[in-house]
């Protein structure tokens, strides 16, 4: 099975040697699940020919704004409307997240609360869920059809389910404590201190639960791009 990854950013430069680029991060999470993979650097204006070219697409995080004026914004926006009506599945992980929301009449704005770093708490149908986050954005209004999967008390719509043809995540399973580290080294200038004090001594304590939750929506993402199971 075929899966196209739609990259709309990359890591920090300084992560890469170890970490990979953000590609590499989600071949990672999803390894040994018989997925063959192909990137397409949206960013650059790089797009598949039809929602067809994958058996499944995942969209990657980004450093951008959803909302920010970007020459690959309304594309992707037009190629994620294509993926929905030909019922390939999707899934969006961050700034996919709130693209596919947005693409599909959602809002996403700069959330009042703040960022969220670090290990953070989700309610996943009654299941807590420990998962790395990175992020200010939020979906703060839902597309119709679009389902809360998963919630936190800092963000709402932290997991959304359209039928069951898309799946997207406001967090990063696919973001280890490395890669988490290597944010807040070289990507944390404008978040407030105690968020990132926060974040460190969450990686230190719950880098364990933070591993099973990885685990978990790896095999649950795994599960809907192969139409095993629905959300």
């Not at 961050?94 to 609360?113: D, N, P, T, Y």
């Not at 043809?165 to 404008?190: K, Y």
Request: net charge negative.
């Amino acid at each position: 099975m075929l899966i196209g990854i739609l990259q709309t950013g990359d890591a920090p430069d300084a992560i890469q040697p170890a970490s990979g680029n953000y590609p590499d991060m989600f071949e990672r999470l999803l390894a040994g699940r018989g997925f063959d993979f192909r990137t397409w650097r949206v960013l650059d204006m790089q797009f598949p020919a039809s929602p067809r070219d994958a058996d499944g697409w995942i969209i990657t995080g980004s450093r951008f704004g959803v909302y920010e004026d970007h020459p690959f914004i309304a594309p992707l926006e037009a190629f994620i409307r294509a993926v929905k009506e030909a019922h390939v599945p999707m899934v969006g992980i961050c700034f996919g997240h709130q693209i596919i929301a947005q693409a599909l009449g959602g809002r996403v704005e700069k959330f009042s609360g703040g960022w969220s770093v670090g290990p953070q708490d989700y309610d996943f149908g009654g299941r807590t869920v420990t998962l790395n986050a990175w992020h200010q954005d939020q979906v703060v209004e839902r597309p119709e059809g679009a389902r809360v999967v998963g919630s936190s008390g800092f963000c709402d719509n932290a997991a959304l389910a359209y039928g069951d043809d898309i799946l997207t995540v406001q967090a990063h399973p696919e973001f280890d404590s490395t890669v988490t580290q290597g944010l807040i080294d070289h990507r944390s200038g404008s978040v407030p201190d105690d968020r990132v004090s926060a974040a460190l001594t969450r990686l230190t304590e719950d880098d364990a639960d933070t591993q099973g939750g990885s685990a978990l929506l790896a095999d649950r993402i795994a599960d809907f791009l192969t139409q095993r199971a629905h959300v």
